[in-house]
């Protein structure tokens, strides 16, 4: 059974970092892309960035960009979401989530086939 499992979020003061791991268990087959999306209450669900394996690269909302750098460690099977200069906005649920058909965006929810159960993130003014 496939499972993602988040962790490091927390409550921190604007403009400080926090960096959120995703581990991914239960695969036999690769993964096109995984992502890191989040919410906030009475909001819809946001996407914030995306990785592409096989080397095809990152990509990243405008909200965040030059802020969070979304990465991987394969060996670790394992998804990262470093988050530096936060803001109050970026308070929300952040959930990481994986896609393992090739093609598509990997920039709307409906494309991912498998989520976490999420980690909250709290930024304080």
């Known amino acids: 059974q496939v499972q993602l499992v988040e962790s490091g979020g927390g409550s921190v003061q604007a403009g400080g970092s926090l960096r959120l791991s995703c581990a991914a268990s239960?695969?036999?087959?690769?993964?096109?892309?995984m992502g890191w999306f989040r919410q906030a209450p009475g909001k819809a669900r946001e996407w914030v960035a995306a990785?592409?394996?096989?080397?095809?690269?990152?990509a990243y909302a405008d909200s965040v960009k030059g802020r969070f750098t979304i990465s991987q460690d394969n060996a670790k099977n394992t998804l990262y979401l470093q988050m530096n200069s936060l803001k109050p906005e970026d308070t929300a649920m952040y959930y990481c989530?994986?896609?393992?058909?090739?093609?598509?965006?990997?920039?709307?929810?409906?494309?991912?086939?498998?989520w976490g159960q999420g980690t909250q993130v709290t930024v304080s003014a």
């Open positions: 989530a994986a896609r393992a058909t090739y093609g598509g965006s990997c920039t709307r929810f409906y494309e991912y086939n498998v």
């Open positions: 239960g695969y036999t087959s690769r993964r096109y892309c």
């Open positions: 990785f592409f394996t096989g080397g095809l690269g990152t």
